[in-house]
DNA sequence: ACTATGAACTGGCTTGAGCCAGTTGGACTG
DNA sequence: CAGTCCAACTGGCTCAAGCCAGTTCATAGT
């Protein structure tokens, strides 16, 4: 249990030493994942140290996502959850007109019930980046932007936001809120002429923003995942961006796709 | 630069009032990428709390990655750095046989000298998510895994671990340490009939275990991206499998795929 | 011109005390 | 029996003090 090799002296600090044997236990399976850690109180007096510093060490779990503690009730050896896989495929043909959601699927695949629920659809004028990326000069209010977010039963999964020129987006409906995000929407874009030949989407990882976290109620010690996607038609043109901030702890990617 | 309004009573923890302003001033460039903040001492005194408390400020801003403590040095704002952009394209035929390796291709781009080490190559028993997803049933030291650390200029970057079925790797060469990752090995594949045909790549993001952070040197509030790859032949058979573990404060993914 | 020393700074970590705020479950009340 | 209330638990946060360990840089000694 203990980590020390016997006769060296053990010169961990106090707190690392107390994260340590506890990670010791979580990973062991000693610790079941979804049970319950002894108090901070009770760390620290079987420790002989103070409270703070059982603390601390519980705060570097916390930070390495191993654990999770709640107000009031305890610190819980977090479970990790499958995770809610998103695919290239789910912009695959074989969607197109059903009227089926791959995230909604995939959430039903695991026994949760899927719903979004739109945060604002306004015309803006695009960040920098977006403007970039769409090809759009004018940057007066020449985009709409639509602001989902994704929930699995009572934990919201991801916030989606969509930019789309505001030229191809007048006067197609796409103001309205009952389209279920994007898998909607694609039919408009074929009637002007553009049809979705590939894809192109920029990945990276970071820590939530403060507003983020607050949108998407992650537990400290979770990153997200946040995913830049372009829309190509034939000619290679940029006429639809969504940026997907996802939360790590509840999805993941999958690209399964030829190499050329 | 005080964020509470007037007249209401500011009820928010010292801790949360000390790292609001400070995010404040970040987000609006007061405090520029690379510059030093008040010491703890300093914000403590200046805010009439304990240092204690100004030093949980400041680890609040620290997990969320904006900010990064150096031991005797003091606290300064993160500069995000231009990422090194793995594409799906890094496994494209313009590259074989060329001894270009896009790693190195992107690192150049950004100025930086690339550069890989061998931590390790071993002949080994797989474990249950490798050995499931190459197809190896029987599981006695089938594999070889050959673990390599990316380096740029000085900063290790993204440990890849690569598993051959060891039936594909007995005399090959592939044991030595020379060659260049798995940019170089893929002929070796195709001289036993098995041709890259699709990419299968499973993509989740998570703070590094307490070891992975050792090896990456990541700082406090960055996490990982771990991606699981696997190589796919005509036939669909997975004959190579490797996990990229990548620092996200470094590194990010690009795909460009049709839509199938 | 070089090197060694050390003071004065930085964050890292601990102590032991206290109060606040959620949660839980049992006892008491209607 | 259903509800209310409260004690005893949980973590959240703060204080004021202290020592340790890196870093930096000016100064003193070669």
Chains 1, 2 share one sequence.
């Not at 060296?8 to 044997?21: G, L, V, Y």
């Not at 059903?98 to 306004?122: D, M």
């Not at 960040?127 to 970039?132: G, K, L, M, W």
């Not at 796409?174 to 979705?196: R, S, T």
């Amino acid at each position: 249990m203990n980590q020390h090799k016997e006769g060296e002296p053990d010169d961990r600090k106090p707190s690392r030493k107390i994260a340590d044997e506890l990670r010791h236990a979580i990973e062991t399976g000693e610790l079941a994942p979804g049970s319950k850690l002894q108090s901070e109180r009770e760390l620290a007096e079987k420790h002989g140290t103070a409270r703070n510093t059982a603390r601390a060490a519980i705060q570097l779990l916390a930070e390495e996502g191993l654990v999770t503690p709640e107000h009031g009730r305890g610190v819980f050896v977090r479970k990790q959850q499958p995770l809610i896989r998103l695919g290239n495929d789910r912009y695959s043909h074989k969607y197109r007109g059903t009227g089926l959601s791959p995230f909604l699927l995939e959430c039903a695949k695991q026994g949760k019930t899927g719903r979004f629920e739109v945060l604002s659809i306004e015309r803006i004028q695009p960040p920098a980046d977006v403007a970039e990326r769409l090809g759009v000069s004018d940057k007066t209010k020449s985009v709409l932007r639509r602001e989902n977010v994704f929930w699995a039963d009572d934990d919201p999964v991801q916030r989606v936001t969509t930019y789309i020129p505001w030229t191809l987006a007048r006067g197609t409906g796409l103001l309205q809120e009952d389209i279920p995000h994007q898998y909607g929407i694609h039919g408009v874009f074929e009637d002007k002429g553009h049809v979705m030949h590939r894809i192109r989407e920029e990945i990276s990882a970071r820590m939530p923003r403060a507003e983020e976290a607050r949108h998407l109620r992650t537990p400290p010690g979770v990153p997200v995942i946040d995913v830049l996607h372009t829309s190509l038609d034939q000619t290679g043109n940029a006429y639809e961006l969504t940026r997907f901030v996802m939360r790590a702890d509840m999805t993941g990617l999958l690209y399964d796709v030829p190499v050329e």
